[in-house]
């Protein structure tokens, strides 16, 4: 079991850069936190961006390529994402999942764990 905190969201205007960042209550090989998604209202959890334990991968989507930045503090037992030129529609619920093992993957069902998200509001 791990618990995944995120912190960082809040509320600023298109352009504006923020700093998410994800930490993880344990450092086991099955608990690396590698996932950011997002959820806006009505819509389907999507995946945004994701890096390796050993952060030689990183995996974006394609509407935030360019923009948003996965890195990693192991040491710390922390991920970050690095949003820069935001956009209204980014604006949603982020969460950061862990239990894919070593790698970042888009699809929801391979993550066992999910931090409660954190509220990012872009505004015009």
């Known amino acids: 079991q791990v618990q995944l905190v995120e912190s960082g969201g809040g509320l600023v205007q298109a352009g504006d850069s923020l700093r998410l960042s994800c930490a993880a209550s344990r450092r086991t090989p099955g608990t690396y936190p590698t996932g950011w998604f997002r959820q806006a209202p009505g819509k389907e959890r999507e995946f945004v961006a994701g890096?390796?334990?050993?952060?030689?991968?990183?995996r974006y989507a394609d509407s935030v390529k360019g923009r948003f930045t996965s890195s990693r503090d192991n040491a710390k037992n922390t991920m970050y994402l690095q949003m820069n030129s935001l956009k209204p529609e980014d604006t949603a619920v982020y969460y950061c999942?862990?239990?894919?093992?070593?790698?970042?993957?888009?699809?929801?069902?391979?993550?066992?764990?999910w931090g409660q998200g954190t509220q990012v509001t872009v505004s015009l």
């Open positions: 890096i390796s334990w050993g952060g030689d991968t990183t």
């Open positions: 999942a862990a239990g894919s093992l070593l790698n970042a993957y888009e699809e929801p069902y391979r993550y066992i764990y």
